[in-house]
């Protein structure tokens, strides 16, 4: 009897490790890159100036979508946008939002403007300052290139994205939201 308690247990002990092995197979880091990698070819050719951006806009069948917080997409965003949070992001909501594959999907994000830290705060870690004057130049963490990335994973191809670099004060963009006057 105690050498089947002991095969068990064993067997108990082997079959815990070897579940803690397995990937979970929702969460796959080659997967992951191997759509970065396809979607990072896929977005050069994709990436706007402050013109081409509004005129598309105008467009019909066009949606400029808005993936910040709800906080801060209802105080200030670009005018006509829609709001989706990053991290609401799932098959179901975005079709909500966003029907058919076919549709201009038109982003941008915080770190396209420059001087409005409380609406539009940049996206970039910044290391520590070495006294000795080492240290890395910081690590820019746009939204755009997640937000980019699903969109392409969940099957929008049609994703458009703003290449520069604003004032919230240019007037070739227009603002709408509770902090606008």
């Given at each position: 009897m105690r050498k089947i308690n002991l095969i068990l247990v064993l067997f108990a002990f082997y079959a815990i490790a070897a579940c803690a092995q397995e990937k979970s197979p929702f969460v796959s880091f080659e997967d992951y890159e191997k759509l970065m990698a396809e979607a990072k070819e896929h977005?050069?050719?994709?990436?706007?100036?402050?013109?081409?951006?509004?005129?598309?806009?105008?467009?019909?069948?066009?949606?400029?979508?808005d993936a910040r917080?709800?906080?801060?997409?209802?105080?200030?965003?670009?005018?006509?946008?829609?709001?989706?949070n990053f991290s609401d992001f799932t098959q179901e909501t975005l079709a909500e939002i966003i029907p058919s594959f076919d549709t201009k999907i038109l982003i941008y994000c915080n770190n396209n403007f420059i001087d409005d830290i409380e609406y539009f705060p940049t996206k970039i870690s910044m290391p520590k300052i070495d006294?000795?004057?080492?240290?890395?130049?910081?690590?820019?963490?746009?939204?755009?290139?997640p937000t980019y990335l699903n969109l392409y994973g969940y099957g929008y191809k049609n994703v458009y994205e703003l290449n520069e670099i604003l004032s919230v004060n240019d007037t070739r963009i227009e603002f709408e939201g509770t902090s606008v006057e």
């Open positions: 977005r050069q050719a994709r990436l706007l100036s402050i013109e081409d951006f509004t005129e598309l806009a105008k467009q019909e069948n066009v949606v400029i979508l917080s709800n906080t801060m997409y209802s105080s200030k965003h670009v005018k006509g946008a829609v709001n989706l006294i000795k004057g080492g240290g890395d130049k910081g690590i820019t963490l746009a939204l755009n290139i």
